[in-house]
């Protein structure tokens, strides 16, 4: 089934008003996929040359997000924001796509299957024309378009020079809150966020720092069956890695429960198995 495209001009009803806080916003949004989507929700970016822990941290972020009906705001790029893309969708989440060419160009080439599943499922939308390529020059304005689609933003992960303060400038400069993850002072991946931070950025350490920052925002819906970070089986595993059936024991649950509820935990990026057949947080 082929994705409805949309061309939205300013003035028209549908046209974001979110993306009226910049200075220059698009005279055209090209489009394709879901217009109901296209409300801020949280951002989350970072690296391209992403680590384990940062495309981590966006996985469980991103997955967190999706179980409180939150839309994932990111750029699609390879790294951190594929990752936080993922993991949205995969926990039965929204997410929003922003690109640095036409919406109808698949880039990076990689992201093809996830952007085709965007623009059916969810929204992948430009600034600029149908048809056109990527350019260096176009990831500033791509950047800016994430910050207005943002109420909030999160950077997991970002080194010195990085991209991504583009985006938290222009964010911070149209009055969205950001926010960072924290890195360790020897990694040269996190000394982005970690300045951030020095400058005044909120840290977020932990799913409860966000839920907290996103509750003050107006920002969450809590889930009807209390799945995800507030599942006792999800608090249990991250307090305390276990087995499966270890599991099963100290919660008195039976095994083919803690496996279904392990499955969606893993898709939502809360937890994830270890090589010794423990599961725990990402």
């Excluded at 929700?41 to 967190?64: N, Q």
């Amino acid at each position: 089934m082929k994705s409805p495209r949309f061309e939205l001009k300013m003035g028209d009803a549908e046209y974001p008003a979110c993306l009226l806080d910049l200075p220059r916003p698009p005279k055209i949004l090209y489009g394709i996929g879901d217009v109901s989507l296209l409300n801020p929700g949280l951002g989350i970016i970072g690296s391209r040359k992403a680590t384990p822990y940062g495309l981590s941290c966006a996985r469980r972020f991103a997955g967190w997000a999706a179980t409180r009906s939150v839309t994932v705001v990111s750029g699609a790029a390879i790294g951190c924001d594929q990752a936080a893309q993922r993991a949205a969708i995969g926990g039965g989440g929204r997410s929003l796509a922003v690109m640095g060419c036409g919406a109808d160009v698949d880039y990076p080439r990689g992201a093809a299957t996830l952007l085709e599943q965007l623009r059916t499922e969810h929204a992948v939308v430009s600034g600029f024309p149908w048809g056109t390529p990527p350019k260096r020059g176009h990831f500033p304005q791509r950047n800016h378009l994430i910050a207005a689609f943002s109420r909030a933003l999160l950077v997991v992960e970002a080194a010195l020079p990085s991209g991504t303060f583009i985006t938290a400038e222009a964010a911070g400069s149209i009055g969205r809150d950001v926010f960072a993850v924290p890195g360790s002072i020897f990694a040269p991946e996190c000394r982005g966020t970690n300045r951030l931070i020095s400058q005044g950025v909120q840290p977020i350490t932990d799913v409860s720092d966000l839920s907290i920052a996103l509750g003050l925002l107006h920002m969450t819906v809590p889930d009807d069956d209390g799945e995800g970070r507030e599942d006792p089986l999800g608090r249990a595993l991250i307090a305390n890695p276990m087995r499966p059936d270890d599991a099963a024991r100290e919660l008195d649950l039976d095994i083919v429960t803690v496996m279904r509820a392990l499955g969606r935990l893993e898709k939502a990026g809360i937890v994830g198995r270890y090589p010794d057949g423990r599961y725990g947080p990402c």
